[in-house]
Each structure stands twice: as C-alpha cells, then as structure tokens.
DNA sequence: CCCCAGTCCTGCGGGC
DNA sequence: TGCCCGCAGGACTGGG
C-alpha cells in the first residue's frame, strides 16, 4: 500500500543512482502475468540506453527517475511494488531491471508481489500532459492549509473519502487518512462541507505532522511484510499506528474507546467513535 | 457532482 | 487437517 510516506522514502533511497549512466534494460523472467511496462522493451532500450540520471523525484505516489534527453521513468507500485537497489525479496516476483554504469550503484529494481503497478517512460510533453491540473491535485505536503479547504470544502463527500482523491491532493492513502482524521480529532464521516476554519486548519497540521513522522520512520510495514525501502529493509511506522488496523484496540488518545473499523467507499476506515466526533 | 460496483492481481488467513 | 473464499485497497472505468 505504498502511500506518499512509503514512497517518498524510496525515492529517496535510490538517490544514489544520479549520475549514473542506463547500460541496459531488462525484463527479468517472471512466471507471473506481466505488468504494463510501456512503451515496449525495444522502444525503451532505444530511449533510454545511453541516457544519464539526471534526479530522482516523487509525483504523488509514484517515483520518477529524470533522464538526459527529457525522459522521466515513472515507476508507479500501486498495491504491493517497490523500487529497489538490491535484492529483491523474491526473484519470481521480479519485474524490471535498470542496468546502470559509472556510478556507486550497478541496477535499479522493480519488484510487484502481485503486479498491479506499471513502469512508464515519458516524454516532458507526456508527462505534463498525463500530470496536469485537474488530474492529479498538489502534493499533500506542499499544499497549504488554505489550499487544503479550498479544494475539499465545498464537496458533501464524507473527509474521509475525499482525503483519497488524487485530484483533490496527491499522496494520501488509507492508511494515513485514517491516522490524519483521528489526530485531527475529526470524525472519517463528517461531510466537507460541515467543517470549520479551525477544523481545516486542524486537519492540515495534522496531516503534515503523520507524513512527516511516517517519513521520518521510512513507512509502514504491515503484517503481510510487503513493503520495503530500496535497500529491501522494513519502515517502522507501524508501532506508531493510532488506529489504522487497529480495531478493538484501546484508543491512544482517550485510553478508552475502542477503535472500530467501518468501511466507506469500499474501503475500511478506523477511527475513534470518542474522541472522533461526528460533529465539529 | 457524486456514488457504487467491477477490474486488474497475488497471497494470506479465517472459517468450515 | 486441508481447502476455499474473501479480503487487502492502489487507480481506473462505466453506469446510474
């Protein structure tokens, strides 16, 4: 489930390949259905062998690797993919390899248990285009607390469920909506248009202050073990849960409501009924 | 505008 | 004990 914390810190992780020059492309032999890699392996090879890394940067959930010549390889890992530098965590879930020369790093790896993420090389001109205003929103952790009600207050949308608009911010998931909403002290149900200046207020810094921590702590590792940094080592955000995948559990900020797990937009919400009220 | 259900795909754990 | 089903929820689509 990457989300912006876990994926920040991937990007961050293969930093060290800037610089570095593409010496090869290859799609590792995997007995699993392929992913969508585009355009094809003989397209990509023309493009980028030869091509120096030129960054490395974050467009919402996805890592970006800037090339010479304007491309950006988008590595997008949606429910279970990582980006990596070394081994992976298993070989049969391998799917695309970046070989590297003349820098401190030999290949650039993506990995995907169960392969719903895509690696997408882009012109500038196709990136802007597939990235523009109006499909994918600010950054969450660049937009202001202004920016923030601007773009939600208007909506009858539960908060819950449109913290997870893309359009709206870029970057938040399920799990840090959830851990947001619960330090706001504001019920996943309210609708936006019911909330007030000092709840928007209260909700941007607390949106800010989860991804940050979670940064700090390289991410959430759940129980399935799934997710990783590039150096194939586990976050630690999870012992920092307040709610997320907590139900029945005590809550850590009254001590005695339990944490209930509902589900909105198909998607389970966990909160506390307490200290989350539905009103204000 | 917003909601819902379905799609992709794999691995796991709960329930029988 | 073993098997099967449902769930996990990223992004997207089509229908209401």
Redesign the pocket.
């Known amino acids: 489930?990457p989300?912006l914390p876990e994926v920040e810190t991937m990007r961050r992780g293969v930093a060290p390949i800037i610089g570095s020059r593409v010496a090869g492309v290859e799609l590792p032999k995997c007995p699993?259905?392929p992913i969508l890699v585009a355009p094809g392996l003989p397209a990509m090879r023309k493009r980028l062998v030869g091509a120096e890394v030129t960054g490395v940067d974050r467009i919402?959930?996805r890592v970006v690797v800037q090339l010479s010549g304007e491309l950006s390889l988008v590595f997008?890992p949606?429910?279970t993919g990582l980006v990596l530098l070394t081994a992976p965590p298993t070989t049969?879930?391998l799917r695309f390899r970046l070989k590297l020369e003349r820098g401190p790093v030999g290949e650039l790896l993506y990995w995907d248990?169960?392969?719903?993420g895509n690696v997408q090389l882009f012109t500038a001109a196709e990136l802007a285009e597939r990235f523009a205003d109006g499909r994918l929103g600010p950054d969450a952790l660049q937009l202001s607390a202004e920016g923030l009600r601007e773009r939600l207050a208007?909506?009858?949308?539960?908060i819950k469920?449109a913290l997870?608009d893309?359009r709206a911010l870029a970057g938040v998931?399920?799990?840090y909506a959830s851990e947001a909403l619960h330090l706001a002290r504001l019920s996943p149900e309210l609708a936006c248009q019911t909330l007030r200046p000092a709840d928007w207020r209260r909700l941007h810094a607390a949106l800010r202050e989860v991804l940050e921590t979670a940064i700090k702590y390289e991410g959430s590792t759940l129980?399935?073990g799934t997710y990783r940094n590039a150096l194939n080592k586990e976050g630690g955000y999870q012992n920092h849960h307040r709610v997320y995948d907590r139900a029945d559990a005590a809550c850590p900020s009254c001590g005695k409501g339990a944490i209930v797990r509902i589900v909105q937009?198909?998607?389970?919400t966990f909160y506390c009924p307490r200290c989350q009220k539905s009103r204000g």
């Open positions: 489930m989300e699993r259905k919402g959930k997008e949606r429910m049969e879930h248990r169960r392969g719903l208007v909506s009858r949308r539960a469920v997870l893309q998931g399920n799990l129980s399935d937009a198909q998607r389970s």
